[in-house]
């Protein structure tokens, strides 16, 4: 009696203590979960809007509905102007025409850039992160700084030296342009991202490689960025939204052959006023490659396997 | 190749490693003459003193690339392991400095005279003038002014951002759908952005969030007609935004943090907040140093939902200095003093930033 | 998912076969995609020319719609007439021409495309595309101008910058063959020249024009209890529109705090905010009233020296006028600019005056951005009661008691061909038909009746009947018209000067007027700040060479 009621006692607080603990579980769940959705909410109100906004017409956007059907009736109206609704597919549009070249040369001129600014600024990077450069009195910082430099000049000056720059090399209106400049635009992101992740990556995982005989460029492409991978990813991500939203060089370098989506987003608004509908139905295409990235490469930011097992 | 030297007598090694070299630098040299040639050759072209060249630089820039080769094979041969290990910098190196070196020479000329594209007289020298212009240009330091709180705002992005990466980092249910719509802002182009938020959910008449502010009793729901409310809205927009972009940063930090760490905490039976602070806080303090200096960059570089939502009003009080410079060289083609005010405004950000990142080293070797 | 209750394109009366079988003997025209051809119509007989007209303004009809790519192409094979009598089949074949204009909404330049296609088959010749956003037009051009990327032959243009283009020699003057194509003597008298024309040369394919005009609410300025309160509160005279801009202040301080159908209802909407240089028309509207005198062309620059007048007490005074009106106006009114005013306040139901151009009143009728639909009347711009004289200094009593002075502001797309063409005959042959053809006589009637972002600019647009028979109502559509060609023809409108860099000007006035609108600094320093920044300008931009081209410009 006396042994069980001294289980009990002991036993008492245990319990006590775990439904503390479940109770404070619970409290940080809906915590958690409560912020979670809040964020959520955030972020998706506006796309939300924009996509909704894409089948209204004039009342239901100075009236501001909001929910489809049940207080306004969704209508084709933009997806019309740009011939992508159902009744318009079949037909010529002129305005298709202009949204899929500028669809596709975005994808190239994003795309493009990003790949060429992860290779060349991922090496550039692991450089900057394992070697001592020197160039006159330049050390690896300064080299670090030279190319962050590249970001902060706003881009609206470099129009003129830009234009002439591309008319003597034949660039202007040319694909190439647009993903060199891009290039040079997400370059120093990349690399300032890169430079952290390499650092991050214990060094003795290469010297070990040293010592079974690897060269150094050996140990970099089979050692160091498999690790490195979920950076790369991310930076790949950036780089394609910066350069997939790039407006300015856009506007500026093409006419015809390689004019991108953002200027026709633009073009919605002018002194006529704005077609709602139709900018939002532009918005919401152009938005989709880029979920479609993010979700199927959100999955490489997570942690590779080999960086679990080395860390 | 190098393995060659240890079976070999040395003084053949040293003799071969010589030629190596030799043969390295010639090539090097050979290649920059060739392209020095060419480029001279052309510019007399353009000037019209050499009948002999070609019709555009694209010739040039092809002989560049050949000769970026060139360099490169000339290090290694003479270098050799270090030749190898500069080949990991010289790709992005090389290209930068192609792209950027006649836009920055152009850029500095541009900014030394009076160019406005309308001018029916030429271009002059006004280096002086420009300057004494942007001394009393009002506008231009009422921008400058309203980028200190712009800057500041990227604080409370970072915080917001941090919050959001530890809570994808968790164990949560649905977290591939979080993550993926928590960077949805990020996607939106910025005038999709302006005219979608700024100027539709966040209209005075018809706009939800003009609706949900009367219903918590703000019954005159202007954001963008007083300066305060304006600037903070802004800020909204752009920090909705841009919480992305550091947001994904520091989950890739984070993603890279040892598991050990963690549990260690666990084992010292510190507290979740403590052990953030002591721990998880400090290990992130590199990759936050990155997310927070581009973050700041691209914050003086905000135009674009300025010049669409207010176009710097009510009074020069949303005005950054790049949606300025916009009106002064593309509203106005006033391109001369438009670059002075730019390559000034990069001298300001080139030293607010060397200075930002050595007190932060400074600070981060004393917390490591 | 519910599609519009809009016609179909496909939809029309006429089958497609009907229309090819017409033109089997034309290889070029038969080789259309979706346009089909309307021969009837397309011979350049003059007795055919009434029942062309009448075909196109039924097509598609007012309410039903608004028109796309088949509609446009189907008007251009319509009015292809006088091109068939000019250009032999195929004549223009290898020609290649670059046409740089605007995408505003996907009008003008896509417009231009389906207008073009017919033409394009007729012809042989072809044309690509450089389509420009509103906001990247001015800097665009000028620095195409700048660095020698001038890679267009055709462009369209607005009139204002025909100092950068035209006063730079960079644009063809117009063959006389195309004048009389698109029969320029039938142009309403403020578009003839001098505008359009420098140095005694005629350069623009008018294709718009372009005036401010007063829009008002017909419901609210009928409304008896807001006419009782009108007289309880000791206002003078009977409730009704504003006719001059002192009253137009009154009726927007009564307006304050009152409602109408159960909403607050506001007077006259100002437009503070910037943008790109357009505001600064709006402050012109409030101030040609005040210091434009009838039989004098000057009021903004002297002629002479080019010293701005915008400092001078007329000048003050409007823009006094509207720092202080905003409190009476809309919570956010600070924030809007034009596109806010017409688009999210006025044709949305808020606000019952607002100055802007005709194509608001078109919009009200046949495009689907429109809320308030026929309670829209229109009227020239108000007047003045009292008339600065620039020349005495003094404030005088107007001739006829109110001094009007309708604002041509912007005065209207053109058509404009580069002089790069000028070394190659064929192409200069082909680029002045495609110029000629956007700026025929009846297809500009589908433009000006039909969202085009055109407005009515011809003589011959100012039929009633053929506007009625489109399906316009006829009190509205006379109170629009009249209200058009009453500024057109006014004997004291007031025309901008077309000199280079005109929205330099403007755009540095506007911003000067964000701080005076904030009250920062009071009207009168405003407008010093702007005198001085115009003064800076002009020395920059050449002051003699700007006097010149003032001068022509204005037809002095």
């Known amino acids: 009696m006396s042994a069980h009621a001294a289980a009990v006692a002991r036993h008492t607080p245990r319990h006590r203590s775990r439904a ?22 955030i972020s998706l109100f506006p796309i939300y809007w924009t996509i909704t906004t894409s089948f209204k017409v004039a009342v239901d956007v100075t009236q501001g509905h909001l929910v489809p059907w049940l207080d306004f009736e969704p209508k084709w109206r933009g997806w019309r102007a740009l011939g992508l609704s159902p009744q318009m597919l079949t037909m010529s549009s002129p305005s298709r025409d202009e949204f899929l070249l500028r669809f596709g040369n975005s994808v190239v001129a994003a795309v493009g850039a990003a790949v060429v600014a992860v290779v060349i600024g991922s ?189 | 190749m190098s393995t060659g030297s240890l079976s070999s007598p040395t003084v053949l090694a040293a003799s071969r490693a010589v030629s190596r070299a030799a043969r390295g630098r010639a090539l090097i040299l050979i290649a920059s003459l060739l392209l020095a040639a060419l480029c001279v050759t052309q510019v007399l072209h353009n000037l019209g003193v050499v009948g002999a060249g070609f019709a555009d630089w694209r010739p040039i820039a092809l002989a560049y690339l050949l000769w970026a080769l060139a360099l490169g094979r000339g290090l290694v041969l003479v270098r050799r392991e270090r030749g190898h290990r500069a080949l990991f910098l010289l790709p992005a190196l090389l290209f930068t400095l192609a792209m950027v070196i006649f836009p920055t020479v152009f850029g500095l000329y541009i900014a030394a005279t009076d160019w406005n594209l309308s001018s029916l007289t030429g271009v002059h020298f006004n280096v002086l003038g420009n300057f004494t212009t942007m001394l009393h240009d009002a506008f231009f330091w009422t921008a400058l002014g309203n980028m200190v709180w712009y800057v500041l705002s990227v604080l409370a992005q970072y915080a917001i951002a941090f919050g959001l990466a530890l809570l994808l980092n968790a164990e949560i249910r649905a977290r591939k759908f979080f993550r993926v719509v928590f960077l949805l802002p990020f996607m939106l182009s910025p005038v999709a952005v302006s005219w979608m938020i700024g100027k539709s959910i966040m209209e005075y008449r018809f706009g939800p969030a003009a609706t949900l502010a009367r219903l918590l009793g703000w019954e005159t729901p202007a954001f963008f007609a007083t300066p305060w409310v304006a600037r903070a809205s802004i800020m909204a927009m752009d920090s909705w935004m841009w919480i992305p972009f550091v947001m994904v940063l520091l989950l890739a930090g984070l993603q890279a943090l040892p598991h050990e760490v963690a549990e260690s905490a666990k084992v010292d039976g510190a507290n979740p907040w403590q052990a953030f602070w002591k721990i998880t806080f400090p290990l992130m303090l590199p990759v936050s140093v990155t997310a927070v200096i581009l973050r700041i960059i691209f914050e003086l570089k905000l135009a674009d939902i300025v010049i669409n939502v207010t176009a710097g009003g009510p009074g020069g009080a949303t005005d950054t200095v790049s949606s300025f410079i916009y009106r002064e060289y593309r509203d106005r083609s006033n391109v001369g003093y438009g670059t002075m005010l730019a390559e000034f405004y990069l001298i300001i950000i080139i030293v607010f930033v060397s200075i930002l990142l050595s007190v932060v080293s400074r600070w981060l070797r004393r917390v490591t | 998912m519910t599609t519009d209750n809009d016609h179909s394109p496909t939809a029309t009366s006429l089958g497609r076969r009907d229309l090819l079988k017409g033109t089997a003997g034309i290889g070029a025209a038969a080789a259309l995609g979706a346009g089909g051809a309307l021969t009837t119509f397309a011979r350049p007989a003059a007795a055919d020319e009434e ?176 006419a009782k309160a009108w007289k309880d509160e000791g206002h003078a005279g009977e409730w009704g529109v504003p006719r001059t801009w002192q009253k137009v202040n009154e009726v927007t301080k009564f307006l304050k705090g009152k409602t109408f159908k159960g909403k607050p209802v506001y007077g006259y909407l100002d437009q503070p905010k910037p943008w790109g240089g357009f505001c600064f028309y709006f402050v012109e509207d409030r101030a040609t009233g005040y210091v434009k005198m009838p039989g004098d062309k000057i009021w903004l620059f002297e002629p002479d020296t080019m010293k701005p007048l915008v400092n001078n007490p007329g000048w003050v005074r409007a823009i006094q006028d509207i720092v202080d009106s905003l409190p009476y106006e809309p919570a956010d009114q600070l924030n809007a600019d034009p596109g806010t005013t ?69 005065l209207g797309w053109g058509i404009y061909v580069m002089a790069r063409v000028d070394s190659d005959s064929k192409k200069h042959q082909a680029a002045w038909s495609a110029a000629a053809h956007l700026g025929g006589k009846d297809l500009s009637l589908w433009t000006v009746m039909y969202p085009s972002g055109f407005q009515v600019h011809r003589q011959s647009h100012f039929n009633i009947d053929e506007w009625l028979a489109a399906g316009y109502q006829k009190d509205y559509i006379t109170g629009y018209l009249d209200s058009q060609r009453n500024s057109y023809n006014h004997p004291n409108f007031t025309i901008e000067p077309r000199i280079p860099g005109i929205f330099q000007y403007y755009s540095v006035a506007e911003d000067e007027l964000t701080k005076v609108f904030a009250r920062k600094i009071t009207a009168q320093q405003g407008a010093d700040n702007i005198a001085a920044a115009w003064e800076k300008l002009t020395d920059k931009i050449g002051r003699e060479k700007q006097i010149a081209l003032y001068k022509d410009s204005m037809g002095m």
């Not at chain 1, 809906?30 to 959520?40: F, P, Q």
């Open chain 1, 20 to 41: 503390a603990r479940r109770l404070q579980r619970f409290g940080s769940h809906t915590l958690i979960y409560g912020a979670l959705l809040l964020w959520a909410f």
């Open chain 1, 123 to 311: 090496l550039a990077a692991y450089g900057l992160a394992r070697f001592e450069y020197r160039f006159g009195p330049w050390r690896n910082k300064d080299i670090s700084f030279f190319f962050l430099s590249q970001l902060i000049l706003p881009p609206v000056v470099l129009a003129l030296p830009f234009l002439i720059l591309y008319k003597e090399l034949v660039l202007l209106d040319t694909k190439l342009g647009l993903i060199m400049v891009y290039t040079l635009m997400v370059l120093p992101i990349v690399i300032w991202i890169m430079r952290d992740q390499f650092m991050a990556i214990p060094y003795e995982l290469e010297q070990a490689a040293y010592v079974d005989g690897a060269t150094t460029w050996g140990a970099f492409l089979r050692i160091v960025l498999p690790i490195a991978l979920p950076g790369m990813t991310a930076a790949f991500i950036l780089s394609v939204i910066l350069c997939w939203n790039e407006y300015f060089f856009a506007a500026l370098l093409t006419s015809t052959d390689a004019k991108t989506l953002p200027v026709m987003v633009a073009s919605q608004t002018g002194s006529q006023g704005i077609d709602w509908w139709t900018m939002a139905a532009l918005s919401t295409a152009a938005i989709l490659p880029l979920v479609l990235i993010g979700i199927f490469l959100e999955r490489y930011i997570v942690k590779g396997l080999t960086a679990g097992a080395i860390k």
């Open chain 3, 51 to 226: 029942s062309l007209r009448k075909a196109l303004l039924k097509y598609p009809g007012v309410g039903q719609g608004t028109p796309g790519d088949a509609e446009w192409q189907k008007v251009g094979e319509m009015c292809l007439g006088a091109t068939k009598a000019s250009v032999k089949p195929g004549e223009f074949k290898g020609v290649e021409l670059t046409f740089m204009g605007l995408n505003n909404q996907n009008l003008h330049n896509f417009l231009f495309r389906g207008f073009l296609k017919p033409w394009e088959a007729y012809t042989g010749a072809k044309i690509t595309w450089i389509d420009l956003a509103q906001a990247d037009y001015n800097p665009r051009l000028q620095q195409a101008i700048a660095t020698g990327t001038v890679d267009f032959d055709v462009l369209e243009m607005g009139a204002p910058f025909e100092g950068d283009v035209c006063g730079k020699g960079l644009a063809s003057p117009m063959p006389d063959w195309v004048a009389k194509q698109i029969d320029v003597d039938d142009l309403v008298n403020y578009l003839k020249p001098p505008v359009g024309t420098w140095g005694g040369k005629r350069f623009r394919v008018t294709i718009d024009g372009d005036c401010h005009t007063i829009n008002y609410r017909t419901d609210v300025f009928s409304d008896a209890a807001l």
């Open chain 3, 342 to 410: 017409a688009f999210q306040q006025f044709l949305a139901g808020t606000g019952s005056l607002l100055s802007w151009w005709g194509d608001i009143g078109q919009m009200a009728n046949t495009s689907d951005s429109s809320v308030v639909g026929n309670v829209i009347g229109f009227d020239i711009l108000p007047g003045s009661e009292e008339l600065y004289n620039r020349k005495t200094g003094k404030w005088e009593k107007p001739a006829g008691g109110v001094n009007y002075a309708p604002n041509m502001a912007y």
